[in-house]
């Protein structure tokens, strides 16, 4: 009953890689802190990763994915008797909701949607090539928040006009068909995207990312860390960043806001060096890391754990779903025009067995 | 055996009514004469009703017209026994590989589809209201086309692009995860549309419809019929029209070519009157509903008949569907993906039970 009376939440991530430092600052402590008050689903998003790489070998890579990202979130600390975490693609109701929510929705809205067009042009898909699956991939987020019913979806800022359209398909099916769904709310993460370190080719320009090369895993050993961490500069283009400086914002993510406010004085002021930052910023991120990398370690050694939440919150995500479903078809009348055809049948049945 | 070897076929209508002579004279026919040597699906397409007409009061009809348009197909002949009829909102899988095949179709090839700007114009949908649900119309019917794995698909003109996008579908699937599927083809009427008697606005102008008002159903009583086919005209504009001449046409369709010719002829030398026209024609039309009235009557006081038919035909439509999907499921890597976990999670279990 205590349970029930939590806020649903939905959040997750697509299952493109492992996660990282940025997912940890970025989403993942707000899982941690938020999973006590709200009852959390947490989805493995394999359908989203449909939308933009469909072709075989690329979704050859998601098992692996599925089963690290997983991991990472566990060893992090978000709590498997708390959360339910589920694969999306194994939640049938959601395609169901998702194709009757299209009914709903104009296409000119979903045009309008800017993130699609950098989805689109990161997965280098000209605009004629589009598919209708990313077009719709709103529509299929919405089913997946409502097949929840969740009330409260952390995300980024760039998913943000994603959740008003799950809002749009709630509040558009509950004028047609009578209230069902609560109207989902985004809870935008406040603190800023950390970027990425300088190993890949667009280095700490940009936010970290898994696709960009310039990540820092949970799971990366400490000399990995400390290896990827010194490749942070502090050359006359960072300091003209100020704090936005990608070496200031890792200091204030881990470190500290005074201290990456000392930082930067004692910088600019020579006192100290590149190496000694390097070093400070090193042992906090890996104060962070040591205890989510023991627990990776046991996590890991337990075989069958990972996928074990995995299947158990599937099979819990799916009753939810099967639930919301049911009332949706209710709402809609498909569910009583099959079952006035099942109990005329049945009735027919009953008949045939009258003696006279 | 034998059956297997048959062709699949699958073709059906919305229910948005009750069917007419356009019906029987388009496709009805076409349906009784394909079922000895093919394999038919005759699918009743609820959820496509909902690409235009998705308000409640608009669904709250499509109860009634299911049971009437099966109802009108047993009448005219088409053998249960020998052909699967079934729901199609009942059929889960449909929208899961409706969900997937929207991954591989770009959204520029739909918009390119003409009758989707028709259908939007005739259900009073502006291009700006146009819905997800509509432009992704094809890819619902491909989906109902693919889980039959049908070969054919008996269709109007105005559907043969729809079936090409089935074909694209198909073929890109196949392309990207193996071969799967069947590429389908178009079988498209030969007969013209019957042209409608002029009850409604539109009259005998337009193709006999259910919309507009100008059919002549099934189900009518003889003098209704009677009352209907007199309101055919024979004036000056017909007379320009030549052999295109709705009465013409009717004549054409139910009493002979050779005496549709010799009709006209009487006709324009005065040797006939239209009175006369219309008692040739209305005596033909009834011969033809004659049987079908007298078996529909039968049909309908046989309680529960109609709906155990399509309840029975939705069961044995699912077992295919599923069959089909998770085919497609397990070529996408998607079963592979939960399988894996699955085993997993079994393996764990095992692993609890060993003593030592």
């Known amino acids: 009953m205590v349970e029930a009376s939590k806020p649903r939440l939905l959040t997750g991530d697509r299952p493109t890689g492992a996660l990282h430092l940025g997912h940890l600052v970025g989403s993942l402590d707000n899982r941690v802190a938020l999973q006590h008050d709200h009852e959390c689903f947490i989805i493995v998003a394999d359908l989203h990763t449909l939308t933009t790489r469909p072709r075989k070998h690329e979704f050859g890579e998601v098992p692996g994915f599925v089963r690290e990202m997983v991991l990472d979130q566990l060893a992090v600390g978000i709590d498997p008797s708390k959360v339910t975490f589920y694969l999306q693609s194994a939640v049938p109701a959601v395609y169901d ?172 002021a020579g006192s100290t060096s590149l190496a000694a930052a390097h070093a400070l910023i090193d042992e906090a991120v890996n104060a962070r890391l040591a205890p989510i990398r023991e627990r990776r370690a046991v996590l890991a050694g337990d075989v069958g754990l990972v996928e074990e939440t995995l299947v158990d919150g599937t099979i819990r995500a799916r009753e939810v779903a099967n639930h919301t479903l049911a009332r949706a078809r209710d709402a809609m009348g498909l569910e009583s025009l099959w079952s006035g055809l099942v109990a005329a049948t049945e009735a027919r049945a009953k008949a045939r067995r009258r003696p006279y």
Do not use: W
């Not at 280098?124 to 209708?132: E, H």
């Not at 990827?228 to 704090?243: F, I, N, P, S, W």
């Open 97 to 268: 909701l998702a194709v009757l929510l299209q009914m709903l929705v104009p296409k000119a809205r979903l045009e309008q949607v800017k993130s699609l067009r950098s989805m689109a042009r990161a997965a280098a898909m000209s605009d004629d090539a589009m598919t209708m699956g990313l077009l719709a991939y709103p529509v299929l987020q919405a089913a997946d928040i409502l097949m929840a019913r969740a009330t409260i979806v952390p995300v980024g800022l760039d998913n943000e006009e994603h959740i008003a359209i799950a809002r749009e398909c709630a509040s558009v099916f509950n004028e047609l068909y009578g209230d069902l769904f609560p109207l989902p709310d985004a809870m935008i993460s406040r603190s800023p995207a950390l970027p990425g370190v300088a190993t890949g080719p667009a280095g700490s320009g940009a936010k970290m990312s898994k696709s960009l090369g310039n990540a820092v895993y949970l799971g990366d050993p400490p000399e990995r860390v400390r290896e990827k961490l010194a490749t942070l500069t502090y050359d006359a283009g960072d300091r003209r960043l100020g704090d936005e400086a990608a070496l200031l914002m890792f200091a204030r993510a881990f470190v500290g806001d005074a201290e990456a406010a000392d930082l930067r004085r004692e910088l600019d």
